[in-house]
């Protein structure tokens, strides 16, 4: 039950910058239409579209865009079809970066993609290169305050999941993949309000890094990548030490 790993806190401070800044809704409007585009816009029948509602609503994402990305991800709206790509690449220092992307137009994707490794001392590599440094798990989040670690611990085991760990914000809950839903359900049902749930790709053997130009840089790219528009999540090999990560963040 120890805190959040390094890579956790990165992810997750970006994900407060993004909600301060309105980016988040993008990314929840990117998730709702590719759940509706594969499994169709009624979220009763489609699980994975109830998960992305349940998400974007936890963050208080007005109903308007819920219905509009919705619409867009059944063809009800013009535009193009909506393409669910993973990009893999590298950055300073030998970290790999998976880049999951929902775009209409794959050319210009690949395009910018590419450039925001390039400008950013990175590369971009080829399908399989970097995918094999990750497993993919369940990932539940939850308040600190509806809960004490102690008990969820108890209640999250129970339910099947893998792993709780905890920061002053939220407790993360991880689980196999295939149980995520499962597991989600079990707690749901137990009275616990869910910040949210997903996918996530934890790397199996973290890179740590102690130098501060390679982690600025490393950390460049990471927000070039997670800015980019059509992005839906980024994920890293990467973690850096405490007191570097800190100064980053505050500079």
Known sequence: MSGHNKWSKIKHIKAKE???????????????????R??????????????????????????????????????ELDGGTIEEITYEGFGAGGVGLLVQVATDNKNRSVADI?????KNNGNLGTAGTVAHLFEQKGEILIDVDLISEEDL??????????????????????TAADQLNSVAATLRDGGLQLKSQGLVFIPKTPIEITDASIASQVLRL?????????TISVFGTFEISEDILATLMAS
């Open 153 to 174: 611990f108890e209640k999250a085991l129970e339910a099947g999941a893998d792993d709780v760990s905890s920061d002053d914000d939220e407790h993360m809950i991880l």
């Open 222 to 230: 990471y927000q070039a990548l997670d800015d980019y528009d059509d």
């Open 18 to 36: 993004d909600a301060k800044k309105g980016k988040l809704f993008s990314k929840f409007a990117h998730e709702i239409a590719i759940a509706a």
């Open 114 to 118: 590419r450039s925001a490794f390039n």
């Open 38 to 75: 594969d499994g169709g816009g009624d979220a009763n029948l489609n699980p994975r579209l109830r998960q992305a509602i349940d998400n974007s609503k936890s963050q208080s994402m007005p109903k308007d865009n819920i219905d509009r990305a919705i619409k867009k991800g059944t063809g």
